[in-house]
């Protein structure tokens, strides 16, 4: 990793800030709401990042590391949220993560407060090799190793936990070990460690399975309902099948009773007779019942190999149900990784009335709105950060922006002075904010360690010297008709750079009246602010600002008896000469917010910035009632 070269600047500016007398900070932008990512175990990952650690479940997994890969995800819009994250074993200390060998045990618990956590392996191999791997602590009483759970019942749900494992114990007879083991905050272990943040294209289906504790955990649940499923309708047609048996048999030897008893009656002087017609109607009814019985028993069997068939079934099912989620997840991990999420930016509303500026006396002598401000982009926004001993060593972002477009058009209205001199109002100069909001889709979390978030917000400034009589509407439409890039570097900001910034530029400008001079700016300013929150170190926040479109105009009343605008259809003598030039300024910067409460300026870099004529043109009006030449 980098020197401390952040930590220097941070010293650096500390002291440059301090120096300065009325050197003032701002407050931290509030970046809440991100999405919260959940632990994904190695076998899922295996799927969607080719890059990952191969995990086997044998018994080579036990050994422990200076380093784990953990990986975290959740399902965002059209996009599966990632950050894959390495972290380094804190103070020399090795580290271990219980997911890597999961396969090798039987059963876990971390549920006791008894501070003893007991693993269960599934042979007795293993729980020789953990034993002959781990137990070495039990020589030092300061010697300890960090393990890292994602498993039902330790720590928070939805969340890994580490603990420190200071004894190790064998369990005779079975096939436990118990640890001696302390949870332990994400402060304490995830000092140093290295994070991406990217996202999968993945299909809605394969996004909902990958859940909280894993991928097939829901399939396993899937193949158990089908079973029970299966066993109560078996049991309900062999019962319904031996009932419907039991009582056609009941029912041919009652009838046969009745047979009996009838001739019995009736016998008379024909006894004998009516005997052999009973032994023939007894032997009838035996056949009956013979046949009823063997006719149930074949129903029995077909029943019972239907459900032999069915079951099968249910198993190919399950089985191709199993083989379609792992193909879904490996053609996603192959084919649609990507290192940047999206989201969409929006800034103000289209045809939204909002004064910027107005007179507070009355009647009033000017007032400006906002007649039509507002901003859209879709951002792809994707970065790498290094921390050592919890300071940012090296912290990059890219910001993508497609379908970028941007209006400002603005109404201004200026009377004359009714009270004292003609015309004259002092410079006036403004900035306001017409909208800032956190954006949805942006910000992700891995609880403990790392936030990531962002918000918009979308500024209006005017600055004019106008005196006399106008009422114009004035401003311009920016557009980009390809992908523009920034590239941020917030350790080193020199070597943060843009591309694609090549704008298309529409003007709108109108004259209604005037009688008046002077000159009228305005910009709008939509910027991105991106903030993380990194474990005891704070909050680092970055921006971007597109000071797009700046409308630099210059206005003069002018009379002219013969035609004051020669280039204008008709012949007028009142006029309003407009000159006017557009600018456009790329600033990015950060600031570092060492706790809750106030900001500290770092650095600001302009990586753009031009300025060229936008329109110059004669505006013809009607002889204006009172007009001043100026």
């Not at 994250?85 to 580290?95: D, S």
């Not at 970028?404 to 009270?419: C, D, Q, S």
């Amino acid at each position: 990793m980098a020197p401390h070269s952040f930590v220097a600047r941070l010293a650096a500016a500390f002291a440059s800030v301090l120096a300065i007398s009325g050197a003032t900070t701002r407050a931290a932008t509030s970046f809440d709401g991100g999405l919260v990512l959940h632990p994904l175990r190695p076998r899922d990952v295996r799927s969607l990042l080719p890059r990952a650690t191969e995990y086997t479940d044998q018994i080579d997994e036990l050994s422990l590391q200076d380093k784990l890969q953990l990986t975290y995800g959740a399902p965002g819009d059209a996009q599966f949220h990632l950050a894959d994250l390495t972290l380094y074993a804190p103070n020399g200390l090795q580290v271990i993560s219980m997911e890597i060998f999961e396969g090798l045990t039987s059963a876990v618990d971390c549920k006791g407060d008894d501070g003893i956590l007991s693993l269960t392996f599934k042979t007795q191999d293993v729980l020789d090799s953990a034993v002959e791997k781990w137990s070495w602590i039990n020589e030092n009483t300061d010697s300890t190793f960090i393990m890292i759970a994602n498993h039902d019942g330790c720590g928070p749900d939805g969340e890994r936990q580490a603990y420190t494992i200071s004894e190790v114990e064998q369990v005779e007879g079975t096939l436990m070990t118990l640890l001696k083991a302390k949870a332990t905050p994400w402060e304490e272990v995830a000092g140093s460690f290295d994070i991406e943040f990217k996202a999968v294209k993945a299909e809605a289906p394969i996004r909902r399975r990958l859940g909280r504790r894993g991928l097939f955990d829901g399939v396993g649940d899937f193949v158990k309902g089908i079973g029970n499923t299966i066993s109560d309708a078996a049991g309900d047609v062999i019962g319904d099948t031996v009932k419907d048996v039991s009582d056609i048999v009941s029912d041919t030897v009652d009838a046969a009773g009745d047979v009996v008893d009838d001739t019995v009656d009736a016998a008379g002087d024909v006894v004998d007779d009516t005997v052999d017609a009973v032994g023939d109607a007894v032997d009838a009814a035996g056949d009956v019942v013979d046949d009823t019985v063997d006719a149930a028993g074949d129903v029995v069997d077909d029943t019972v190999d239907a459900v032999g068939d069915a079951v099968d079934a249910a198993g190919d099912v399950v089985d191709d149900t199993v083989d379609a989620v792992g193909d879904a997840v490996g053609k996603a991990g192959d084919h649609t990784i990507e290192e940047s999420f999206s989201f969409d930016l929006a800034a103000g509303t289209p045809n939204q009335r909002t004064n910027i500026l107005s007179d507070q006396v009355r009647p009033p002598r000017y007032n400006v709105d906002c007649v039509n401000c507002y901003s859209t982009a879709r951002v792809e926004l994707g970065g790498k950060l290094s921390v050592e001993d919890f300071i940012p060593t090296a912290f990059s972002l890219e910001a993508s922006l497609s379908q970028f477009a941007v209006a400002m058009e603005l109404e201004a209205v200026y009377l004359k002075n009714r009270v004292g001199p003609v015309a004259g109002v002092k410079p006036l100069n403004i900035t306001k904010e017409l909208f800032s909001a956190p954006i949805p889709g942006a910000g992700i979390e891995v609880p403990g360690i790392f936030k990531l978030g962002a918000v918009v917000s979308l500024d209006v400034g005017v600055s004019t010297s106008l005196s006399g009589t106008a009422n114009l509407t004035f401003g311009a439409t920016a557009s980009l008709p390809q992908t523009a890039k920034v590239s941020l570097d917030l350790v080193e900001p020199d070597r943060s750079s843009q591309s694609g910034f090549d704008f298309d530029f529409d003007p709108t400008f109108q004259v209604n009246s005037a009688s008046v001079g002077g000159s009228i700016s305005a910009a709008i300013t939509p910027k991105l602010s991106i903030g993380a929150e990194i474990v005891k170190f704070g909050k680092l926040e970055t921006f971007v600002s597109l000071k797009t479109p700046e409308v630099l105009s210059s206005v003069k009343y002018a009379y002219n008896a013969a035609d004051v605008c020669p280039n204008e259809p008709g012949t007028n003598n009142h006029g309003v000469q407009l000159d006017s030039n557009l600018r456009f300024t790329l600033n990015v910067g950060t600031n570092s917010f060492l706790g809750e409460g106030e900001g500290l300026p770092l650095w600001n870099r302009e990586l753009l910035k031009y300025e060229k004529p936008l329109l110059t043109k004669c505006f013809p009006i009607k002889d204006p009632a009172g007009a001043l030449s100026i």
